[in-house]
């Protein structure tokens, strides 16, 4: 019964490689994020998509993809994976655009050698 | 885009104490809401402050909205070993956009 699930936890993967990393969520909410962590704890927004529309685009390289098939689900693609990637990636949502309070998945840690 | 001041960054504590932590902002704010990450854990909801000099309290935690709407603080006191992880404060921008402080990462001393 977890409200936001993400897959894998953990994603451990050599530069120029491909991968994606999923997340769900069971709240019935409209609204989806993409957040980066990285080593010194700093979040920064990424994505949002609103009813699987995409809104918010923050200056993130074009290898990063979110696709939303449908307004409970939103992935990520990355595309010739970078060391600088290296960092935990965190997916939320909110009930719709205009509530606040964001509801957090469990972080997938992506360390790419 | 609108940007948040935490401080301090670290914040070393005896088990027992009290401590502070600010959240200052150059612009006034519509609201702030204040998280908390455990290590290895993800960002939890704690509060939502909207109104100015609005004060609100759980348990051991206050948090206090600044008269001018441009702060914030979080007060523990009586500090314990489960208040150990990061506090950020965050604010919104256009388009629900959430800004995140830097966080001030708490490690408690038993």
């Known amino acids: 019964d977890t409200a936001v699930s993400q897959t894998p936890k953990y994603l451990v993967t050599q530069m120029g490689n491909d991968k994606s990393i999923k997340c769900e969520q069971n709240?019935?909410?409209?609204?989806m994020y993409w957040y980066k962590q990285d080593s010194k704890k700093f979040l920064k927004i990424m994505f949002s998509y609103n009813n699987k529309e995409l809104i918010i685009n923050e200056t993130v390289p074009n290898r990063f993809s979110p696709k939303s098939p449908d307004k409970a689900h939103l992935n990520l693609h990355i595309n010739s994976l970078e060391l600088g990637d290296s960092a935990v990636y965190f997916c939320?949502?909110?009930?719709?655009?205009?509530?606040?309070?964001?509801?957090f998945g469990p972080g997938t840690r992506l360390t790419v050698l | 885009g609108q940007q948040v001041m935490q401080i301090p960054q670290y914040q070393h504590v005896q088990e027992g104490e009290d401590f502070t932590t600010y959240c200052n902002s150059s612009t006034t704010l519509s609201n702030i809401q204040w998280y908390k990450q455990r290590p290895g854990g993800h960002p939890v909801f704690l509060i939502q402050?909207?109104?100015?000099?609005e004060v609100k309290k759980q348990k051991r935690l206050t948090f206090q909205f600044g008269e001018a709407k441009k702060n914030s603080s979080l007060h523990i006191t009586a500090t314990q070993t489960t208040d150990v992880g990061t506090y950020f404060c965050a604010v919104k921008a256009a388009g629900n956009k959430l800004t995140f402080g830097g966080g001030t990462r708490v490690l408690v001393k038993p």
């Open positions: 939320a949502s909110t009930l719709d655009l205009s509530t606040d309070t964001q509801y």
């Open positions: 402050l909207v109104k100015s000099g």
């Open positions: 709240l019935g909410h409209d609204t």
